[in-house]
């Protein structure tokens, strides 16, 4: 439970009410004067003076803009609407946590963070996804944002979530971590992976680690997950055995992969060690300070 | 370990051999007199006299289809390079599994079956995705099918993989469950609902159960997934516990929910209960018998 609540991303405050989402006519009542606009520079956040995510009004939104319910906000007594709106231009380049969005995780709320991270993922998917990938003819914004129907053919589409394996492998009290291409040097963390069609999750942790490192897992557990708004993955964060500690590397994905006992972890974690630790709003920190608490 | 055993769809034999997947050449080579063609009719497989995959040779597949790289067969020695090729003509419809299916699940063997739930789920993405999401032009496929890319504005299109969560919630040694809204009479089963951009796997469970049943849950556990090809869910089994019983049916999504006690389930998944259990094949199923076992 402590482990959950530390998830950075995860613990919004909002409810979907996705009960509203199919009923036009109950989204046209919530568009009044106290629907709140979630402020976006494109997919950035406009921070209020406090430093906390910034709303405005609908008539803050471009005449022909989609926007996208993202639920109910009670968290100030009554029940104020909460809309966001899609870019006008998509971008489909890969959607990496830049410099400026690890200052913002730093220092936004918990609860600012889980919806912001939510709101961007579904507004991205939305600005990328405007044609129907069964027939090419454009789409619109249906369900409150929660769907998008082909004017044409009228396929339904829905936004994404790609689900992710990250994972612990330890060996005799040793962690397995890695160094991906291009990452700055000294920097280490979890091995992790899609999930592809016809595998369990599982089965997904153990090609991953084999791909990657040549060593075989067995014993895989869940840890704990998180929703990871770049652009949409749902990262689910596991612990496995290996069989041994041969490491044949994958030289096209990863720099370096090294065993690291947990004195090691231990000292990265307090920035005092052989290596660079992952960011603490990553679930990769999450999932070694929970190893470093079990080995304790 | 046996209850991961015994999931549907899981226990591929294929080595999906990723390393290939982007090596042109590598791939070209192993389209040779020993690849193998799934047959396929549309999405259904044609089995053999003993009622295995059937399999031919890439000579089989139309002279301008789109063939899917599933992976190395090294099951009867050697190494087999396997291909699906990807049906002429795509389908929106959503994909439940029907009797045909069911009774396809019942016979066919464990790695035949999580064989062809990877290459269907492939195979259909690819059949309903021949457009660019971003721009509308046509896409094509790339990496041995694990990639669509735009010809016009260059955009990557993976296959989807998505997250759904299903789930027990238990109160005081009685378990709920419910019978969704066209189901037959006495039919009742695990709740379910896919994740959502923004939330971690305890958060959709405890989301889903609500909106579903007005039963609020706690202290969330995974238990087991399952990768299940209609037409690309993972299945996320978890278990949870109510904080009371008192239902508020969601009439929208569900025909009944009810409370079942655990002689009523054991009853009932040997066939002589007062409802109908899922099919052994889906991992309702399994999480029921995984809940009888632990409360033995």
Chains 1, 2 share one sequence.
């Not at 998509?90 to 912001?116: F, H, V």
Request: net charge negative.
């Amino acid at each position: 439970m402590a482990l959950n609540q530390s998830i950075a991303f995860a613990g919004s405050p909002i409810d979907r009410a996705d009960n509203l989402r199919a009923d036009p006519a109950a989204l046209a009542g919530l568009m009044n004067w106290k629907a709140r606009l979630l402020k976006l520079d494109g997919l950035m956040p406009e921070l209020d003076e406090q430093g906390r995510l910034g709303w405005g009004t609908l008539a803050d939104a471009p005449e022909d803009a989609e926007l996208v319910f993202l639920g109910l906000d009670r968290s100030e007594g009554g029940e104020k609407p909460c809309f966001a709106a899609v870019p006008a231009e998509g971008d489909s380049r890969p959607r990496m946590a830049n410099p400026q969005l690890w200052a913002l995780m730093a220092t936004l709320d918990r609860g600012d963070l889980a919806l912001y991270g939510g709101a961007r993922s579904l507004t991205d998917w939305h600005a990328r996804h405007r044609f129907c990938a069964q027939c090419g003819a454009p789409t619109h914004l249906a369900k409150g944002g929660w769907q998008r129907t082909c004017g044409t053919c009228k396929a339904e589409h829905f936004p994404r979530t790609d689900p992710v394996t990250i994972m612990l492998a330890e060996f005799e009290g040793r962690l397995m971590l890695g160094r991906g291409k291009g990452w700055p040097e000294g920097a280490f963390s979890a091995l992790a992976g899609f999930v592809e069609p016809g595998e369990t999750i599982e089965e997904a942790v153990a090609r991953e680690v084999f791909e990657e490192s040549g060593v075989r897992v067995r014993d895989v557990t869940y840890v704990a997950s998180q929703p990871w708004p770049f652009p949409s993955q749902l990262m689910i964060g596991c612990h496995s055995h290996a069989n041994n500690d041969a490491l044949t590397i994958d030289e096209t994905e990863m720099a370096e992969i090294r065993w690291f006992t947990r004195e090691e972890v231990a000292a990265s974690m307090e920035g005092d060690g052989p290596f660079r630790a992952p960011p603490p709003h990553a679930i990769a920190c999450n999932l070694m300070q929970w190893w470093l608490e079990k080995t304790a």
